[in-house]
């Protein structure tokens, strides 16, 4: 799950949900909402804001890439 990238950066730079929160400008709660799937984001600009907590791409956060690599797969099993 996508979701799982942006608690692996968070959890591997020990920040907890409050201190991500502060440096996003939203609440504990919501932040907390967010990475587990509770809510989705309010839009384009608060993922950036997150990614760049952790600097990276929204992206790389955010994307599911298994969906990208199983239309690869399926290309290569065609071939």
Not at 8 to 15: A, C, G, L, P, S
Not at 38 to 43: F, G, I, P, T, Y
Not at 45 to 50: D, P, Q, T, Y
Request: glycine share 2%; net charge positive.
């Amino acid at each position: 799950m996508a979701l799982d990238k942006l608690r692996m950066e968070r959890t591997k730079r020990n920040f907890t949900y409050q201190e991500v929160a502060n440096k996003v400008g939203i609440t504990k709660e919501y932040y907390w909402m967010i990475e587990n799937g509770k809510r989705q984001l309010k839009n384009y600009e608060l993922a950036v804001k997150i990614a760049r907590v952790f600097d990276t791409k929204p992206d790389d956060l955010f994307l599911d890439n298994k969906l990208t690599t199983s239309e690869q797969n399926e290309k290569q099993e065609a071939m």
